[in-house]
């Protein structure tokens, strides 16, 4: 008998437990010690009936996802499910926690299934690039009905527990807040009153009922080409549920999901999707600090100045029913950040996602001031005044005399020295950097900026509070923009080169929008308004290397007003009321005469070669990155492109883009590229050097 599952015996009710911390997961060894206890519970002749249950805090959260991508190992999970369908006793699954992928399927493989109310159940296989491959697509039609079953395998949500009673996927609903009394209560209840149940895989109903009308699959695939443009497996989890209805039998349907699940197993977005599973949890344990470590307790809130920014970051704390004060200089400016507050939970509303109460609630959640005292309360103080150093410098200055002993105290700056902010304050260990994303309330990522002196504490209280924010937290060291904004800042300067050597805005785009970023970077930039750019480059006048290529395009249309869809025009135009970018004859005038200007003969360049150079250069500074430490592993900056500038999940993140290119091919193409234009462009060193070796950026961070 494996020691991660056992058999043990209650009255007539031989129970099976599960305990494979942390989740469950049906490994080698839980699969194989299912069908051992399962022969050990049919052979038991004091056993009337078996429950399956999960020993720790859940049911399985699904199959092994580490073991994906290697030699498969017996028994495969779909033959331990049909065992458990066709064993020779009751079997019941006794549900609390999540019962996921191949939890549920081998939940469906039971004749029963009961669950404590605050259980889930889902088949989230489709978020990672791969389709429920152990009968799922087959059984779960069979009692939930097509239609949920394909609205559930194509999403992957979490069904509670309630709903999926509603739905037929659950038998029961216990009363029972202890798994083992609900699965023992109902388990006596089937012995007593002799209830008796059709194995999942010969009910035909809900599958009879669909051949009638197939509609619900041209629906669905044609949903699909818009919210899962680009991805691979919801359209084969379509296929293989509409297998069911044509298989000759149950069990060619599973042989025909088997054969798609491989193709999804093979297909390189699963092995992106899955490095993005692990990296959004792998972001959050940060070397060097006591995992006991507790962070400090931020009951209260402040956020100083109430414009894009900092009315999102309240909107952040109010969401997380943490009280809020909003500090800004002048009732006019406080008056309009609380109304544009109140204004995006109104337009929430109108969508269904909150009650007006809610809004209410919300609402009485933030409190605005024109006074700094008002943050002698606040256990975390938010700055998001504007991106001036003589600003910030300035109110971290009177904070010190303000915040209570141990306050945090963040800066929400995008670019600027967070040493040299914390250094205003008499008590640098309580200062960092908390990097919010525009907009605040939405985006998920949140770069924690650690400085000098930023004590272990501090850090873990930032990265505490982003997790209750619902943010992905990346630790960054300080830089001129840190992870993020520093590697865009050397992306967008060789697309502004494109610009001058031949494209368009609109032809970058695409490319980058092919590739699988929601929008290119000329569209974002029109989105953020053109006027941010602007100001910073003038910052940068002062310092900028005299030799250095400066391309003037972005500064043209910010002088004809063009400040992006906020004046209807920036590097596209925009007609009343709508967002859609729209090439402009006046940009490519613009971008022509800029060429022209500097004796560059414009020549084709095509999409490849657009989204090489921009992969390129965001690889090439991410390895200086994770050279001078200021993030710790390469998943970090995957993870930070991933949340905060939208790079293809499915692609994994730029290091891991490289990595499976092969870092030589990497470096022959910045070779390249630096052949013609050696001021722009040089390996770094750290790429260079594993690419010698043949290595690659994951093999390079686990030998760290
Ligand atoms: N396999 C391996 N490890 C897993 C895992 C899985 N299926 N699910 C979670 N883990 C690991 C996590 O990596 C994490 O490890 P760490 O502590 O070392 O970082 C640990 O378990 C705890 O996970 P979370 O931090 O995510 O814990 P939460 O409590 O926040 O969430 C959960 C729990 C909801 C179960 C969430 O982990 C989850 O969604 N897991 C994935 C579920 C899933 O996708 N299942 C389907 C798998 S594919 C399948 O079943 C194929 C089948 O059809 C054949
Ligand atoms: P904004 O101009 O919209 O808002 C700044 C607000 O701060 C204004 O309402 C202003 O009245 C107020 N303010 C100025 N000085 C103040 C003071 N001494 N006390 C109280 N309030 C004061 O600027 P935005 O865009 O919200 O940016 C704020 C910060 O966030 C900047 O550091 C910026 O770099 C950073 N940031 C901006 C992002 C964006 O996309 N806009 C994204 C991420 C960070």
Redesign the pocket.
């Known amino acids: 008998m494996s020691n991660v599952v056992s058999y043990s015996r209650e009255g007539e009710i031989g129970l099976i437990t599960i305990a494979n911390p942390p989740v469950n997961a049906s490994s080698q060894a839980v699969r194989q010690g299912l069908l051992d206890a399962l022969a050990q519970g049919v052979a038991d002749s004091g056993a009337k009936a078996l429950v399956i249950l999960g020993d720790g805090r859940t049911f399985i959260a699904g199959a092994d996802i580490k073991e994906f991508g290697k030699t498969p190992l017996d028994p495969p999970l779909g033959e331990v499910i049909n065992q458990i369908e066709t064993a020779p006793k009751t079997t019941i699954a006794a549900i609390h926690g999540t019962a996921l992928g191949g939890g549920l399927e081998v939940a469906l493989g039971c004749r029963f299934r009961v669950a404590v109310r605050s259980a889930k159940v889902g088949l989230p296989e489709v978020l990672l690039g791969i389709l429920p491959g152990a009968g799922g697509t087959q059984r779960l039609p069979r009692v939930a009905g097509v239609d949920n079953a394909l609205e559930m395998i194509t999403t992957g949500r979490h069904v509670p527990a309630p709903e999926a009673f509603e739905l037929g996927i659950l038998d029961e609903l216990s009363q029972e807040t202890d798994v083992k009394a609900a699965g023992l209560a109902f388990a006596n209840r089937v012995i007593a009153e002799g209830l008796a149940s059709k194995p999942v895989r010969d009910r035909d109903e809900k599958l009879t009922q669909a051949r009638a009308d197939r509609s619900v699959f041209a629906e669905i695939r044609a949903k699909l080409e818009k919210s899962a443009r680009g991805l691979f497996s919801p359209f084969r989890c379509v296929d293989a549920v509409e297998a069911a209805l044509d298989a000759p039998d149950f069990v060619a349907g599973l042989k025909r999901e088997r054969e798609l699940f491989q193709e999804c197993m093979d297909s390189p977005q699963r092995a992106g999707l899955i490095h993005s599973f692990f990296g959004e949890r792998e972001v959050a344990k940060i070397p060097g600090i006591p995992k006991d470590l507790k962070g400090r307790t931020v009951a209260a809130a402040g956020v ?9 970051i309240a909107m952040c704390f109010a969401n997380a029913g943490i009280p809020v004060t909003v ?4 009732q006019d ?2 008056d ?2 609380l109304g544009k507050i109140r204004a995006n939970y109104e337009i929430s509303a109108r969508r269904g996602r909150f009650t007006d109460a809610q809004v209410d609630e919300r609402m009485g959640r933030i409190t605005g001031s024109l006074d ?1 005292a008002d943050l002698k309360g606040a256990d975390m103080i938010i ?6 150093m003589e ?2 410098r ?2 971290f200055g009177k904070l010190h005399a303000i915040a209570k002993p141990g306050a945090i105290l963040a ?6 020295n967070v040493d040299e902010i914390a250094a205003t304050t008499g008590r640098p260990q309580d200062v960092l950097g908390m ?6 309330n939405v985006m998920k990522l949140l770069e924690v900026v650690r400085g000098a002196q930023t004590s272990d504490e501090t850090l873990r209280t930032a990265l505490d509070i982003g997790k209750k924010l619902g943010k992905i937290g990346v630790v960054s060291g300080v830089c001129d923009g840190f992870i993020g ?1 520093r590697m865009l800042k050397i992306y967008k300067t060789q697309m502004d080169y494109l610009l001058e050597d031949g494209a368009l805005p609109w032809e970058v785009d695409a490319a980058m929008t092919a590739f699988g970023f929601p929008m290119g970077p000329y569209a974002v930039g029109d989105l ?2 053109l006027d ?1 750019g602007y100001m910073n480059r003038r910052r940068e006048d002062a310092t900028r290397d005299p030799s250095e290529r400066y391309v003037a395009i972005a500064d043209t249309l910010y002088d004809r007003g063009r400040l992006g869809q906020k004046t209807g025009s920036g590097w596209y135009r925009y007609e009343d009321g709508n967002r859609k970018p729209i090439p402009d004859p006046e940009v490519e005038a613009i971008i022509l005469a800029a060429s022209e200007e500097k004796g560059i003969t414009r020549r084709p360049i095509d999409a490849d070669e657009i989204l090489t150079r921009a992969l390129c250069a965001l690889v090439n500074e991410g390895a200086r990155i994770l050279e001078e430490g200021i993030a710790f592993r390469p998943v970090d900056i995957d993870m930070v492109w991933q949340f905060g500038y939208g790079f293809p999940r499915y692609e994994g993140g730029p290091m891991f883009w490289a990595d499976r290119r092969g870092l030589d091919r990497v470096v022959a193409d910045i070779e390249r590229f630096a052949a013609k234009d050696p001021n722009s462009w040089s390996v770094a060193p750290l790429l260079k050097k594993l690419a010698a070796e043949g290595s690659t950026f994951k093999a390079w961070s686990a030998a760290q």
């Open positions: 100083i100045g109430a414009g894009t920014m900092g009315g999102g500090v800004e200089t002048s400016a406080l309009r950040g700094l700055e998001a005044v504007f991106e001036s600003v910030k300035e109110v800066s929400n700056t995008s670019y600027l990097h919010f994303f525009s907009p605040a904004n953020a308004g941010i």
